[in-house]
C-alpha cells in the first residue's frame, strides 16, 4: 500500500487537529482469518514445491546420463536426450511461474475481505477518537507512539494486541497538539559519502557480471558462426548432427540469459546488502532531528503536493553527517 491517508474531516490539518496513524500490516497480522489464508497458501506452495522437485529429480538423472554419451552413441539416442532435457527445463520454469502467480491470486483474494474489515473498523475508531485524520504507517518516516492507534483498532476487532519486547507508554491516547515535517530520502541519500562509496561497490560488481555474460555471447556467436549454411564443414554434416548443434545453440542462449537474470539479482543482493547500514543510519538521525525539532510526524517528501516553507528536514539531516547542501 502507498503512503496515502484517510480523510476523516474535510478541513487541512491544523496543529490542534486530532492526527494518528495505523500500521496495518501489523493489524493484520493478527486476524485469524489472515494467519489460516496464510496457511493455505504455503500448503499450495509446498504442493508445487514437491512437484518441482520431483521434476527436478527426473531432470538430474537425465542430465548425468547426457553427460556420459560419446561420440559412439548413436545421434538419435543424443537428440531424443537432448530433447527431453529441454522440455523438462520448459516444464520446470512454466510450472514455477504458474505456482507463484497462483499463489499471489490466492493470497489477494483472501486478503481483500480483510482489508474491508479492517478499514470499516479503523473508520469506527477515527469516529470514536475525534480524529481529523488517519494516516497509513507506511508513509510516514517518524511519528510518536502517541499518535499510533493500531492496538486500538485490534482491540475493536475483538483481538488481543500482542505484548512489546520494550514497554510503549501512551500508545494510542493521541496528541492534540501536533508538529508536522517533511523529509526526501532521494534528495539526501545520493549526497552521503557512504552511498557514493557503495554506489562504486556496485558499478564494479556489475562490470564483472557484465564480463562474464559477455564472454558467454563471445563463445556463442563463434558456434553460430560455424553453424554457417554456406561453409562447406556445415553443409557436410549429416542432418541429425545439425539438428543437435542448433539445439546446443539453443541450450547455450538460455544459458546466457539465465546468467544474466542470475547476475541481476545477485546484483541487487549485494546492493540491498550495502544499502541496509546507510538506511538504518539515515532514520536514526531523522529520528534524532525530528525529536529535537519536537515534531510528531514527519512524512516522505515525495507524497505531498504542497508543503509550507521551513518543513523540510531533508538539509537538516544533511548537516549531521557533515554535509553541506547544494546551493539551489
Known sequence: MCGCIWVASSSIATAQDKLAYVDESYILAQMPEYKAAQGEVEAYQKQMQTELEAKRKIYD???AIAKKMDDKTPVVVRESKIKEITELEKQMRDLAE?????????????LQPLTEKIKK????VSQEKGTNFIFRREGLLFSLEENNLSDVVIKKLN?????????VANRGELKTSNKIAYFSSDYVIPLLPTYKQAEGEIKVYQTQMQKQVEALQKAFQEKVALANPELPSWKNLPEA?????????????????????KANKQAQEKYGKLMEPIYKDLQTKLD???????????????TSLMEPEGTNLSESVLKKYGVTPPKK
Open 288 to 302: 534524532a532531528t525530528a525529536k529535537e525539532g519536537n515534531y510528531t510526524f514527519v512524512f516522505k517528501l515525495e
Open 61 to 63: 538423472e537425465k542430465v
Open 159 to 167: 483481538l488481543t494486541p500482542p505484548v512489546p519486547a520494550t514497554p
Open 121 to 124: 473498523t479503523i473508520d469506527q
Open 241 to 261: 548432427t545439425k539438428k543437435i548443434r542448433v539445439e546446443e545453440l539453443e541450450k547455450m542462449q538460455a544459458q546466457i540469459e539465465e546468467t544474466k537474470q
Open 98 to 110: 504458474a505456482a507463484q502467480q497462483e499463489s499471489q491470486a490466492r493470497m489477494g483474494k483472501k
